[in-house]
């Protein structure tokens, strides 16, 4: 889990400054609106140094996830106990969820060291193949206690042939502490443990 500064912040600080800190791990952070103080969230990338086997020599390319409108937001979910899906207040995700799981899946499978090139669209890779993601589920479970569940589907495209190599379904639970910070580390140590299984899974099909 990273907090990330605050936009106001950024504003005052300039460019310079923004890459150190952004770059510093559960630094403080928060949004001013009017009288109302959100902090913002980032999602890390797992360390997989020594959990992944295999590896490919082909290049990736990994769009940006699909998901239901009520998870394309910046906010952080949460279901109660009749189901109903609302949104934590005081904290949301610093950019839209989708784009950050783009951004975590690309950096993750960067930092195996382990694949011939991954990048996003628009990039110029000669691309082999495509992860295609799909969020079904990212957020907290509040029926009887606080549960982090993430569902990530994936399918790898050949682009060569437009044909659907394999696909499946990685989901991850967490129990979740309370408040926002709570809530925020249980997705985020779900999310490492269905990216650890996600790219092994792409090393064994690709």
Do not use: H
Request: positive net charge; hydrophobic residues 45%.
């Amino acid at each position: 889990m990273r907090k990330v500064t605050s936009r106001k912040q950024a504003t005052r600080l300039g460019n310079a400054a923004l890459g150190p800190l952004l770059a510093v791990l559960l630094g403080g952070c928060s949004l001013a609106t009017g009288a109302k103080v959100v902090d913002l969230y980032d999602i890390s990338a797992p360390d997989l140094s020594g959990a992944v086997s295999g590896g490919t020599r082909a290049q990736v390319l990994v769009p940006e996830p699909t998901a239901v409108q009520a998870l394309n937001t910046n906010q952080i979910a949460i279901r109660t106990g009749d189901a109903t899906l609302g949104y934590i207040a005081g904290g949301q995700w610093a950019d839209s969820l989708p784009r950050l799981i783009q951004a975590r899946v690309v950096e993750t499978l960067e930092e195996t060291d382990r694949v011939g090139a991954v990048g996003t669209p628009g990039e110029g890779l000669f691309i082999n193949y495509s992860l295609r993601l799909t969020i079904r589920e990212f957020g907290i479970q509040a029926n009887g206690g606080r549960l982090a569940r993430v569902e990530i589907a994936a399918r790898i495209l050949n682009e060569s042939n437009g044909r659907v190599l394999a696909s499946r379904s990685f989901e991850q639970s967490v129990s979740a502490g309370a408040g926002t910070e709570g809530a925020v580390r249980a997705l985020d140590a779900a999310f490492g443990n269905a990216a650890r299984d996600l790219v092994q899974w792409v090393f064994s099909r690709i």
